[in-house]
């Protein structure tokens, strides 16, 4: 079934940024980690633990940084952030739309 909406997964490890442009009304979740967002134009910093979301209100570039990875209660910080971006399917670029790089 089609919903008009589609998700993406992606995995940084800590300090690795992941580079959005002209994704406004994009909702960013961060899965595991924390993130920071910084959204071209806008002066505030968004912080996100595991569990918690913001949508992108800016059409410019945008910035989601991994500052800490998923805690692990064995092994600590593991490391690695999942964020999980959702938007509508025409939103996406073609590129992604299609899969390819």
Same mark, same amino acid.
């Given at each position: 079934? @089609?919903?008009? %909406? @589609? @998700? $993406?997964?992606?995995?940084?490890?800590? &300090?690795?940024?992941?580079r959005l #442009?002209?994704?406004?009304?994009?909702? %960013? /979740?961060? !899965?595991? &980690? /924390?993130? *920071? %967002?910084?959204?071209?134009?806008? +002066? $505030?910093? %968004?912080?996100? $633990?595991?569990? @918690?979301?913001? /949508?992108?209100? #800016?059409?410019g570039l945008?910035l989601i940084?991994?500052?800490?990875? =998923?805690?692990?209660?064995?092994?600590?910080?593991? &490391? =690695? /952030?999942?964020?999980?971006? !959702?938007? +509508?399917?025409?939103? *996406? +670029?073609?590129?992604? $739309?299609?899969?390819? +790089?």
């Open positions: 079934m @089609e919903t008009g %909406i @589609e @998700e $993406r997964s992606v995995r940084l490890a800590t &300090g690795q940024t992941h #442009r002209g994704a406004a009304g994009w909702a %960013i /979740t961060c !899965c595991a &980690g /924390t993130v *920071w %967002i910084t959204q071209e134009g806008d +002066p $505030r910093d %968004i912080f996100l $633990r595991a569990g @918690e979301s913001f /949508t992108l209100d #800016r059409a945008a940084y991994a500052l800490k990875g =998923m805690e692990d209660s064995w092994r600590g910080n593991t &490391g =690695m /952030t999942v964020v999980n971006l !959702c938007a +509508p399917v025409a939103a *996406w +670029p073609a590129q992604v $739309r299609s899969g390819t +790089p």
